[in-house]
């Protein structure tokens, strides 16, 4: 299970938590940005998806919502040693107001230049970075296209992609 810094709730009126296992989320502006969680497999947790087919799924950090998106599949997938549900939607959102965001280098885990001349960096996912935030790295400003969040038990990552200001 991820760290309880990260929860997840199925709608707003008497929520059923859900003990998120992985959290992806692919921000883009002005797009739709794609969303998913997977869970534990639990029929009671079936029973509860199949009764609220048009519930939100609401994502929390450290108890502060922190995005939310319209389920548009959900999808068993059984393997060997465990089943595990997944929720998946898109959420169209326009970032207007922009942010500056300063890294310093220990900040980055991975940086590196694409043959489009793009630039992608991997972040810790407490830093709050969102598509169209300039993003400081050392001395060189970025503006970050597009923010994708891989967050798992073992691992919890920010891949920024971003073109030099």
Do not use: C
Not at 134 to 159: C, E, F, M, N
């Amino acid at each position: 299970m991820i760290a309880p810094i990260w929860t997840a709730y199925l709608g707003t009126s008497n929520p059923v938590a859900l003990p998120l296992a992985t959290l992806t989320v692919n921000l883009r502006n002005a797009s739709p940005s794609y969303h998913a969680i997977s869970v534990p497999y639990a029929a009671t947790l079936t029973e509860s998806l199949a009764s609220r087919p048009t519930d939100t799924v609401r994502i929390y950090r450290a108890g502060v919502e922190w995005g939310y998106f319209n389920r548009d599949r959900d999808a068993v997938y059984q393997g060997a040693q465990s089943s595990t549900i997944t929720l998946s939607g898109y959420r169209q959102q326009t970032y207007a107001t922009p942010a500056t965001v300063t890294l310093s280098r220990k900040d980055v885990g991975l940086m590196r230049t694409l043959s489009d001349g793009s630039v992608v960096a991997e972040i810790h996912p407490a830093s709050d970075v969102y598509p169209l935030d300039t993003v400081i790295v050392g001395t060189i400003a970025y503006t970050a296209t597009k923010v994708d969040y891989l967050i798992s038990p073992a691992r919890g990552r920010v891949r920024i992609t971003m073109t030099e200001v």
